[in-house]
């Protein structure tokens, strides 16, 4: 039998029973000021360049840490980020925080006052000696280092985080679909940013998510970040070489002065479907009133705010795998010769960001589709033009939490439809589309594995 002494040594043996601790996480937030020189392309070349800046553009975001290797999010009031500048862009801002590229949550808020940066593209037309261009790159690693340095510097003010936050609101009369059915019952797909046809103005809103979302990070009672995300192309008017970052970086600002204890972020939901045309006639005017409203719903939504115990979050990243649209002037010999005989130097920019596009699909670089996971609560991060339907697919996945979708991640296939956008002659895809037919499926297969739980 076992002596009393040796019992006891047993029992010390065996560590006591304690509460679960709270988990140690930590937020730092940064900003970055990103807007282009005066001269440099806007929308890759599709309009005119910058030739005076109304306000800048600037990159925000947020580092997380404490639940394995560092994450980050990361929004930007640029067109686009696409192929070998996403993975450069988020290359340079996981070294400077210490963690891997793919748990940087990159995105761009998609106004078209506003640069796209594809490098290789880039490359493509000075190779080819074409006078069209996309983007400067020696400006895109100046202002990515700037952000990366910002990033890094932003790690020694980090704060505890305690709680999570989540809100919500409608936003009224800003949203409506591209799609539309006309007086005599015909589909379209002309119901643009800027729609002047009081006709098409008139129809009814069609698919969109009414709602904005608005993700907090808070140490007790001190905010410290948030983020709002809506699904909108959040243009009022562009083209005339005026940077912007229009008028939902004009709400986020009106938020900002609210709450300068926190950084406030946006990022544009799925929205390569839904734009503002049905409440927008292109009127300069409209650009405040769109601002208004989409700032009365962050308010609403910070107001509102519940906010519970933060529990330590899961990161996970799927792979996707799109493929490069073929056939006519979408296979590789039509878009190089296009490179270099297109009239239009925007044409030649379309076939160079075409041919980057099916570069990366031909060397077998999928897609990363990252989720931070809080349980109760979301966040993900889905490519491109991905039209609403997606983001509603994610939020469906997981109908009792809180699921905050932002679109414009990776933007290398442009836009990616549902398969009725197909059948219905989309005229969006004519030339914007790098991706084929049967997409819909892999999109929504990819959403599903990155929202299980378990």
């Not at 801002?93 to 793919?102: K, Q």
């Not at 990159?106 to 006052?113: G, M, R, T, W």
């Not at 994610?394 to 442009?414: H, I, K, L, N, T």
């Amino acid at each position: 039998m076992p002596t009393r002494r040796t019992a006891l040594a047993a029992l010390a043996a065996v560590p006591f029973a304690r509460a679960q601790e709270p988990p140690v996480l930590t937020l730092s937030s940064f900003s970055a000021e990103v807007t282009i020189p005066i001269g440099h392309p806007c929308m890759g070349g599709g309009v005119a360049p910058a030739r005076e800046v109304l306000d800048p553009l600037e990159a925000r975001g947020f580092v997380l840490r404490g639940a394995g290797r560092p994450v980050v999010f990361l929004a930007v009031d640029w067109c686009e980020i696409r192929n070998a500048a996403y993975d450069r862009f988020r290359a340079k801002v996981a070294a400077a925080v210490g963690t891997d590229p793919v748990r940087v949550m990159l995105c761009a808020l998609h106004q078209h006052d506003a640069p796209i940066f594809d490098t290789e593209a880039q490359e493509l037309l000075e190779k080819h000696k074409t006078s069209a261009a996309v983007c400067d790159n020696a400006f895109f690693e100046k202002a990515t280092s700037a952000v990366a340095d910002a990033a890094a510097v932003s790690l020694k003010a980090a704060r505890r985080v305690t709680h999570l936050g989540t809100g919500k609101a409608r936003v009224e009369q800003v949203a409506s679909n591209r799609r539309y059915t006309d007086e005599g019952g015909a589909v379209r797909y002309n119901r643009m940013s800027a729609t002047r046809d009081p006709k098409i103005r008139a129809a009814g809103e069609g698919t969109t998510d009414p709602e904005l979302k608005l993700l907090s990070f808070w140490d007790g009672d001190a905010p410290l970040a948030g983020l709002s995300a809506y699904a909108v192309h959040p243009m009022s008017f562009y083209g005339r070489g005026s940077v912007t970052a229009d008028f939902v970086g004009l709400a986020r600002r009106r938020l900002q002065a609210d709450t300068p204890a926190a950084l406030q972020l946006y990022a544009s939901g799925c929205s390569g479907n839904v734009t503002a045309g049905k409440f927008n006639d292109g009127d300069p005017g409209n650009r405040p009133v769109l601002a208004d409203r989409v700032y009365r719903a962050m308010a609403a939504a910070w107001r509102d705010t519940r906010k519970v115990p933060v529990t330590t979050p899961a990161f996970r990243s799927v792979p996707l795998t799109l493929e490069a649209r073929g056939g006519g002037e979408f296979t590789t010999d039509a878009r190089a010769r296009r490179l270099t005989t297109d009239a239009r130097p925007f044409g030649r920019c379309l076939a160079a960001l075409g041919l980057s596009w099916a570069n990366r699909v031909r060397a077998g670089r999928p897609i990363d589709l990252p989720v931070l996971d809080f349980g109760g609560a979301a966040l993900a991060v889905l490519p491109a033009e991905s039209y609403v339907e997606f983001q509603l697919a994610a939020q469906r996945e997981r109908p009792s939490d809180f699921v905050v979708v932002a679109g414009y991640g990776e933007c290398g296939p442009g836009y990616i439809p549902i398969e009725r956008a197909w059948a219905e002659n989309d005229g969006n895809l004519s030339d914007w589309c790098w991706v084929e037919r049967g997409s819909e499926k892999r999109m929504t297969e990819a959403i599903a594995r990155a929202l299980a739980k378990g």
